[in-house]
């Protein structure tokens, strides 16, 4: 019987995950990924924002983000133009998605209105680019939330300014036409995250207003309630908020027939999974 060999073994030297961003290669001889220079692209949105060579990006702490939010503080105090910006360099493929809208303001324009017209800029002019606004609270907080879905794992920048040379002037307190908005980006990665909440639970006493009260979730400081007409929409729309489930939050009675989610939210992570 003839001795049987063995073939020695080498060890493999595979990629960890995903390259970091775009261009790089991975090195079977430093087991390790190589990417080429990274130049910075354009004027940082804002002074404070620094060039991250690692993801081929301006990093903008408490303002860039894979989510970003806008809340009006002050209405405008005299008419004039306001542009919106979005801006974002793929780490995945190093494609660009660049985008930009405008609306007119007015002298005591409320708050909420000011709110859905940023909104609307977004929805109508940034959705080839891959933004879309997540989350509209313009109603009752004169807030929303824009994120990057096209390319989800990438921070982007939202600029208001009355200059269309000019990215972005909030960073710097009130626009030049006096309104006042402030603008925070959310990272990719936090904790702890909201829960779910669970045991739903939907009411109308004396046949008035709806109320909605529910099982508070682990890690929510409050609560939202999303509404859209549809089963399947994309419930961005909040119809209220509350600080706990019990007791809830109570919702005016709709015309027709009306969905309703419910999600626990912090100041780490945002909004977490609706229910």
């Known amino acids: 019987m003839s001795p049987t060999r063995v073939a020695g073994t080498m060890a493999v030297c595979d990629p960890p995950g995903p390259a970091p961003r775009f261009g790089c290669q991975w090195s079977t001889d430093l ?21 991250d060579g690692k993801v081929c990006n301006w990093i903008c702490p408490g303002y860039t983000g894979v989510q970003v939010t806008v809340q009006t503080l002050q209405p405008p105090v005299q008419d004039a133009t ?11 493929t190093g494609a660009m998605a660049v985008c930009g ?34 989350e509209n609270n313009c109603r009752l907080a004169a807030s929303l939330m824009a994120s990057n879905v096209g390319c989800p794992a990438t921070q982007f920048a939202l600029g208001l300014s009355n200059d269309p040379a000019v990215f972005d002037q909030a960073g710097q307190g009130a626009l030049p036409d006096g309104e006042s908005d402030s603008t925070t980006g959310t990272a990719g990665s936090c904790a702890p995250m909201p829960g779910p909440v669970s045991n739903l639970r939907l009411a109308r006493p004396g046949g008035g207003d709806l109320q909605m009260t529910w099982d508070d979730a682990s890690n929510a400081d409050d609560y939202l309630v999303f509404s859209d007409a549809a089963p399947n929409g994309t419930f961005t729309t909040v119809a209220g908020t509350a600080p706990s489930g019990t007791p809830g939050a109570t919702v005016g009675t709709p015309p027709g027939s009306e969905f309703y989610l419910v999600a626990g939210s912090n100041a780490s992570c945002g909004v977490g999974p609706r229910h």
Request: one cysteine or more.
């Open 31 to 51: 087991c390790d990924w190589f990417c080429p220079v990274c130049d910075p692209f354009g004027a940082p949105p804002r002074s404070s924002c620094t060039w």
């Open 101 to 134: 809208g405008s609306f007119a303001v007015y002298a005591g324009m409320p708050v909420s209105v000011k709110c859905q017209a940023i909104a609307d800029a977004i929805a109508n002019n940034c959705s080839a680019a891959g933004y879309a606004v997540t």
């Open 82 to 92: 306001v542009y919106v910006r979005l801006s974002s360099l793929c780490t995945a």
